[in-house]
């Protein structure tokens, strides 16, 4: 099995900073892709950050500029740096793999979530 860790959440002003973490452990073999999701209270989860085995990022566009998702494959660890926060990202932050095994078969996963706050 596969299980992610997630960490980095927590309550900051409006223009703040939060670096979210989500390490990957178990029987990984090779994570072919990471992503960051997330989910405001009656709303659907949006995919907000990309990264794939080769370092090809992606954003949705209202995190442009703010956001940066990286990866640290030595430590099977994704991050999402979040700068200039706006109220409007208030969600649950859920980190996604997509892995596959020394056969092929490929396997996903979804983190715990981490709640981020931003005040006003």
């Known amino acids: 099995q596969v299980y992610l860790a997630e960490s980095g959440g927590g309550l900051v002003q409006a223009g703040g900073s939060l670096r979210l973490s989500c390490a990957a452990s178990g029987n990984i073999f090779k994570i072919n892709a990471m992503h960051w999701h997330r989910q405001a209270p009656g709303k659907q989860r949006e995919l907000v950050a990309a990264?794939?085995?080769?370092?090809?990022?992606n954003y949705v566009d209202s995190v442009k500029g703010r956001f940066t998702i990286s990866r640290d494959n030595a430590k099977n660890t994704v991050y999402l740096q979040m700068n200039s926060l706006k109220p409007e990202d208030t969600a649950v932050y859920y980190c996604y793999i997509m892995g596959s095994t020394p056969s092929g078969w490929e396997y996903d996963r979804w983190g715990q979530g981490t709640q981020v706050t931003v005040s006003s």
């Open positions: 990264i794939t085995s080769d370092s090809t990022t």
